[in-house]
């Protein structure tokens, strides 16, 4: 057997192949990815405040290719990475996070408006309870 042989692999979907029942792509936004969020913010912060790639890279120790890569949601990056971009960008990983955050709420708000209930991968309705603090409460599915 030669080597590539041996270093080829079944490759899993992320996300499961559309089906007849399915509505088209292009009918509804895909479902967001952590990696894509979190890429996006990072960039979306070092661009505002006018920074290269490399002084950011530099900055956090990161290289630039990874960093790259990051950005672009290519790459799934450890929460020391994520903290030492957050750091050279003057973030904490807890900004980086809440914002990414945000955006996933929007986004998802959005995909449920374009979806009705009850279709293929509906939403359940989701309640918040116990005391708001600077967190908010616990979101609990109904």
Known sequence: MTIRATNQADVIPL???PTAADPAPRDLPREPLWRDLVGEVLRRERRAQGRTLKDVSEASRISMAYLSEVER???????????????????????????AGERLVSLTAARTRTRPLGAAG???????????GPMGGVLLAA
């Open 122 to 132: 509906g939403h359940r309705p989701v309640r918040t309870t116990g005391p708001a």
């Open 15 to 17: 996300r499961p192949l």
């Open 73 to 99: 949601g290519r790459k799934e990056a450890s929460s020391e990475v994520l903290a030492a971009a957050a750091q050279a960008l003057g973030l904490s990983l807890a900004d980086v996070l809440a914002l």
